[in-house]
C-alpha cells in the first residue's frame, strides 16, 4: 500500500473516480484542495516534470475552453504565473506518491500504482465535457 496525495477540485465527479480507482488498488487517498494549497511556482512546476507547458492546463478550465487562455502560447513562467493565480487552470489531479509527482492521471507514478490498465483514458477526462456551464464552485 502507498499513501497518495490527491489534489483535486472538492466535487469534481472524474476526481472522485479517479480517487476510487486509488483506493480500490489498496492504497491510502490523502485528498487535498487544488484550490487552497498555498502553492509556490517552484513547488507547483515539480508536478509538470518535463511535460510540454500545454500539457499542464486543464483542458475544462472556463478560461481554456473561452480561448481566453490558449495554453500552446504560454511560456513556462508565465503559466505558472497564471496557475498560482487562477489553481481551476491546473491539470489535475496533482498526485505525490513514493517521492514521485505528477500532473494528471495518465502519467507515473499513477500508471504504476494501478498496474496495467486499459481504461484509464474514461477517467482522464471531465465528466461533464459538453456542459454549457462549469462546475459549481466548491464550498
Known amino acids: 500500500m502507498t499513501t497518495v ?4 477540485k472538492p466535487g469534481c465527479g472524474t476526481n472522485a473516480r479517479q480517487k476510487l480507482m486509488l483506493e480500490r ?7 487535498r484542495s487544488l484550490l487552497t494549497e498555498p502553492w509556490t511556482g517552484e513547488r507547483l512546476r515539480a508536478f509538470f516534470a518535463d511535460t510540454p507547458v500545454a500539457a499542464w492546463f486543464n ?3 472556463p478560461r481554456v475552453k473561452s480561448g481566453e ?4 502560447t504560454v511560456e513556462p513562467v508565465a503559466a505558472i504565473d497564471l496557475m498560482l493565480e487562477d489553481p481551476l487552470l491546473i491539470r489535475r489531479p496533482l498526485i505525490e506518491a513514493s517521492g514521485q509527482c505528477c500532473a494528471g492521471f495518465d502519467r507515473e507514478p499513477v500508471l ?3 498496474g496495467q490498465r486499459d481504461d484509464l483514458d474514461d477517467v482522464q477526462g471531465c465528466t461533464r465535457p459538453d456542459a454549457s456551464t462549469p462546475c459549481p ?3
Not at 496525495?5 to 483535486?8: A, G, K, S
Not at 488498488?25 to 485528498?31: D, N
Not at 487562455?69 to 500552446?72: A, D, G
Open 137 to 139: 464552485e466548491p464550498r
Open 5 to 8: 496525495v490527491f489534489y483535486e
Open 59 to 61: 483542458p475544462a478550465s
Open 112 to 114: 504504476s500504482l494501478l
Open 25 to 31: 488498488a489498496g492504497h491510502e487517498v490523502v485528498a
Open 69 to 72: 487562455i490558449k495554453p500552446e
